[in-house]
């Protein structure tokens, strides 16, 4: 069965230092999200991404954010200078397209910022 | 967005059916109720989604009244492996654009040998 894989599985940082989280979705899906997670609490919705450009974007989506799609399978998310309270697991999920489609989620990647 | 509103935690026996229930008064016409499962440390997995009356597939169950405030997964002779955190979502699936996905905070499952 396709999945969603994503890169590096656990990720430490720096205060201040830009990361990128990878995700290669399934490869005839359309839609493609960022959702993350801190510990002990929900998974949050941050950005949906179609057709090459955002559909729609959370409040926790801010300037220290951006998503791209760069070569036609992966799928980044780029955090420009890392906060303590980007802390958290990053889930990317693809979705063939939106009508009552299912979105397969990624294993994650774990970020720790110090 | 209709809310939902779920337990916060099961226990469960091995071996036996597992109702959770979520409530949805708020539901509107046009929206979907879905479930998804979550093991520790894995991203969230679709179980099943249903607009009224019963949806069954080969990992559950979902009942929902013909009011649809409410609906019921059921999980049939759960075992240790279905420990994990179960999400009620309410919403509509759009024609178009992207359907983003707004988590409650789940039931935790607990199965117990």
């Known amino acids: 069965e396709p999945e969603v894989t994503q890169t590096p599985s656990h990720q430490v940082t720096q205060m201040g230092q830009e990361v990128i989280l990878r995700c290669v979705p399934i490869?005839?899906?359309?839609?493609f999200y960022w959702y993350r997670q801190i510990l002990g609490q929900k998974v949050e919705f941050l950005v949906s991404?179609?057709?090459?450009?955002?559909?729609?974007k959370s409040e926790i989506f801010d300037d220290q954010f951006s998503v791209e799609r760069p070569d036609g399978s992966n799928f980044t998310l780029k955090i420009r200078s890392t906060k303590l309270e980007d802390s958290a697991m990053y889930f990317c999920?693809?979705?063939?397209?939106?009508?009552?489609?299912?979105?397969?989620f990624g294993p994650g990647t774990r970020l720790l910022v110090l | 967005l209709a809310k939902t509103t779920q337990p916060i935690s099961m226990d469960s026996y091995e071996g036996q059916e597992v109702n959770i229930t979520c409530s949805h008064n708020n539901i509107a016409t046009n929206d979907y109720i879905t479930w998804y499962q979550q093991f520790p440390s894995q991203g969230p997995r679709f179980i099943i989604q249903?607009?009224?009356t019963k949806v069954t597939n080969e990992v559950a169950s979902l009942f929902i009244p013909a009011d649809r405030k409410s609906s019921t997964l059921s999980l049939p002779r759960v075992s240790l492996s279905d420990t994990a955190v179960y999400y009620c979502?309410?919403?509509?699936?759009?024609?178009?654009?992207?359907?983003?996905?707004?988590f409650g905070t789940g039931t935790r499952l607990t199965v117990i040998p």
């Open positions: 991404f179609y057709n090459n450009e955002i559909s729609e």
């Open positions: 979502l309410v919403g509509d699936a759009p024609q178009t654009g992207a359907n983003n996905l707004f």
């Open positions: 490869s005839n899906h359309l839609y």
């Open positions: 999920a693809s979705q063939k397209t939106s009508f009552q489609e299912t979105q397969y």
């Open positions: 249903g607009y009224k």
